[in-house]
């Protein structure tokens, strides 16, 4: 059964930086797309940075320059390098990734940035 393990939130000051991972497990079969999403309380989950197997990279125009997403295909991991984080990041992030046609998600970490 396919599954997606987070890690890496937690409590950080403004500026301070956090490296969020997520690994699929559950397939023998290497993954498509994988990303991040973002949800605050009171507001709709959105895109924060998405990565193709071949490496293309999208970000929000929110976080562009101060987060960079990244993969390990052999051991279907994603990774969110965020730094020079604002009180405005925080949220619980979500991981996700694509399968065989078929989206998962990570049940999510969360990341608090406050003084």
């Known amino acids: 059964q396919v599954q997606l393990g987070e890690s890496g939130g937690g409590l950080v000051q403004p500026g301070g930086s956090l490296r969020l991972s997520c690994a699929a497990s559950?397939?023998?079969?290497?993954?498509?797309?994988m990303g991040w999403y973002r949800q605050a309380p009171g507001k709709q989950r959105e895109l924060v940075a998405t990565?193709?197997?071949?490496?293309?990279?999208a970000y929000a125009d929110s976080i562009k320059g101060r987060f960079t997403i990244s993969r390990d295909n052999a051991k279907n991991t994603v990774y969110l390098q965020m730094d020079s984080l604002k009180p405005e990041d925080t949220a619980v992030y979500y991981c996700?990734?694509?399968?065989?046609?078929?989206?998962?998600w990570g049940q999510g970490t969360q990341v608090t940035v406050s003084s």
């Open positions: 996700n990734a694509i399968l065989n046609a078929r989206l998962y």
């Open positions: 990565i193709a197997s071949g490496g293309y990279t």
């Open positions: 559950g397939s023998r079969f290497s993954f498509g797309a």
